[in-house]
């Protein structure tokens, strides 16, 4: 995964509000946010360093409560989320967000000279439930990279669900996978590939910090 992906996907796992704070517009959301974790990212040297656990923990307290991770997943599995059964449908979810969250606290570490803008959302009062908060990734000296964040207004806020990076979906790419999963080894099969993904993950990530 290139530096400018991970930072993008950083920035997408920084979506973060308050369950208690008024709700503010998508694109102030986004903007207030990023520059909140920035900060902390540049005071914290354990976490520019790798420190997976207060990674993990920064994520648990400040990002997972607020993206809707059985919208995602659903969005994922496609058509075959409706014959999926009540228990199958848990494990996707729960398998699909520790997949999301062992790949993205990785993101954290790789944030340098690069700036965001955020492009004004104008949002039309009491109608708008859905938004897509346009911004551009600034690299000095690489061509700006476009990136549309998907959010839905829920009664805890607004919550993210989808990122398209050049207009390349996140959870469409992520369906292509599971749906050919799917077809070969059923709903059950694509579950065990997402646990054993997350198994060797968590193996990976305790090898380095045994190498430490």
Not at 32 to 53: L, R, Y
Not at 143 to 148: A, Y
Not at 189 to 210: C, F, P, Q, R
Request: with cysteine; net charge neutral; glycine share 4%.
């Amino acid at each position: 995964m290139t530096v400018i992906k991970q930072l993008i996907l950083w920035v997408f796992m920084c979506i973060v509000l308050d369950a208690h704070a008024v709700v503010i517009a998508p694109d102030a959301l986004i903007r207030n946010t990023v520059d909140e974790v920035t900060a902390i990212i540049k005071q914290d040297k354990d976490i520019q360093a790798g420190d997976q656990k207060k990674i993990l923990a920064l994520v648990d307290a400040k990002v997972l409560p607020h993206f809707d991770f059985a919208r995602m997943t659903q969005l994922a599995v496609g058509k075959y989320w409706r014959t999926a059964t009540p228990e199958q449908k848990q494990s996707l979810v729960m398998e699909f967000r520790n997949m999301l969250v062992r790949t993205y606290t990785k993101v954290f570490t790789v944030y340098r000279d690069q700036t965001i803008e955020v492009k004004p959302y104008k949002l039309a009062p009491d109608d708008d439930t859905e938004a897509t908060v346009k911004t551009l990734i600034l690299k000095p000296g690489a061509q700006p990279t476009l990136v549309d964040y998907e959010l839905k207004k829920t009664a805890d806020g607004w919550k993210a669900f989808d990122i398209s990076i050049e207009g390349v979906s996140m959870v469409m790419s992520y369906r292509g996978t599971f749906t050919s999963q799917i077809q070969e080894s059923g709903i059950d099969g694509l579950i065990k590939t997402l646990v054993d993904k997350n198994a060797s993950s968590a193996e990976a990530d305790l090898a380095k910090v045994g190498a430490k």
